[in-house]
């Protein structure tokens, strides 16, 4: 277990669950506190990445790394650990909080800040439901786990959704969505050319071309994308610039009002770009960015990161165009689908026409308190969702 507990960088205390690979072949489950990814679980991390039933850059070791380094605000964060025999065919960062919504309910979530669009653990491909019965089952004996288990981030009937599912029912636990937003999501084996005529109106479109035109009589419009990576500090100052002048520095949660995050930001750029693994552009004007938009690259897969524009050409939607070119650049990608990681209104809905349900679930951990907790929460839910209803 020493060198279990030396792989998972994190420090053992007495209530983390610890369970050893029985004869019969099941997976063995670890739980531990951890703070930072050393360079042996990061070999394994990576590995499993490779082979994840479901692509999320998210979660991945890299980004795990530059998260811990930089966005940790207090309480403990534990990595859960699923292993078959000495491999790792699960992994996940689970934190006891405090607050569910507006009420004061303790209960055990899976970790993440504003800056994870996605929320799945990274789990091997078809070893998704044994995962989630280790998983459910290892908090039952640990003090620090009460109330129940909030995941966040999940796609709604992917791979680890649908492993989840059967997982709890199995042990008889309740598995509810407790909230479901939709994503645009680009999906479509039509030329990035014939998809855009399909999905946007003639008016638009001659509206894109005018503003195209008409920033073209400003300056020099120039279409770049970061290749070199060592390139990659000084365009991330320029997008945390960029970012900072418009309404997200005047409320202050731009990147750039924090160091956490600017560094956050920074790194995890850097390192996307050292893997290959990053889509970097920006739409110039006279040799200065007016926008910049990040795409992860997770094959099959891709995940759009981070975006800005200039608010003064937002007459002209520089945005959006930029927008518009990106989807020309994946085409050349081995990449079938692009997710928007956009909630709520957001300008790719009149350019993509796929959808992606992602959701939130609660799950009921063992025990008689921990299930009063968890029917507690589940009727602050319904009473708040009937009255949304009252009020149409």
Avoid at 103 to 108: D, E, G, L, S
Avoid at 361 to 380: C, E, F, K, P
Wanted: hydrophobic share 45%.
């Amino acid at each position: 277990m020493l060198d279990a507990f030396q792989r998972s960088g994190g420090v053992a205390l007495a209530d983390d669950a610890a369970l050893r690979a029985d004869p019969t072949g099941a997976p063995s489950v670890r739980i531990s506190v951890i703070e930072n990814v050393s360079e042996g679980l990061a070999r394994e991390w990576k590995a499993l990445a490779r082979d994840a039933a479901e692509p999320n850059p998210f979660s991945e070791a890299w980004f795990a790394a530059a998260s811990l380094k930089y966005l940790r605000h207090g309480g403990l964060i534990r990595l859960l650990e699923v292993r078959r025999g000495d491999r790792l065919v699960g992994a996940a960062l689970f934190q006891a909080a405090r607050r569910y919504g507006r009420a004061r309910v303790t209960h055990v979530k899976n970790w993440s800040s504003p800056n994870h669009f996605l929320g799945a653990p990274l789990i091997a491909c078809g070893e998704e439901r044994r995962f989630w019965r280790a998983a459910l089952a290892a908090p039952d004996a640990a003090p620090w786990a009460r109330g129940f288990l909030h995941l966040t981030g999940l796609v709604e009937d992917g791979p680890i959704h649908s492993g989840l599912v059967p997982a709890a029912a199995e042990l008889g636990r309740n598995c509810a969505i407790v909230h479901r937003e939709i994503r645009p999501l680009l999906h479509t084996s039509l030329p990035a050319e014939e998809y855009y005529r399909r999905n946007v109106r003639a008016k638009r479109r001659n509206e894109h071309k005018r503003d195209r035109a008409r920033l073209a009589v400003l300056g020099k419009l120039e279409l770049r994308q970061l290749d070199d990576p060592a390139e990659a500090p000084a365009w991330s100052d320029a997008f945390l610039r960029l970012e900072a002048t418009g309404w997200k520095g005047k409320v202050g949660s731009a990147l750039a009002c924090q160091a956490g995050t600017a560094g956050f930001f920074r790194e995890t750029i850097l390192a996307a770009a050292r893997q290959g693994r990053l889509q970097f552009l920006r739409l110039d004007l006279g040799g200065e960015p007016i926008a910049m938009t990040t795409c992860v690259l997770a094959p099959p897969g891709a995940f759009v990161f981070k975006s800005a524009f200039d608010v003064r050409f937002a007459r002209h939607s520089p945005g959006i165009l930029l927008q518009i070119d990106q989807m020309r650049i994946l085409e050349s990608r081995e990449v079938a689908w692009t997710d928007s990681c956009a909630s709520g209104p957001h300008p790719t809905s009149s350019l993509w026409s796929e959808r992606r349900s992602i959701v939130r679930v609660s799950v009921r951990l063992a025990g008689l308190t921990r299930g009063l907790v968890y029917g507690g929460a589940r009727m602050l839910e319904e009473v708040a969702r009937l009255r949304r209803a009252e009020r149409g």
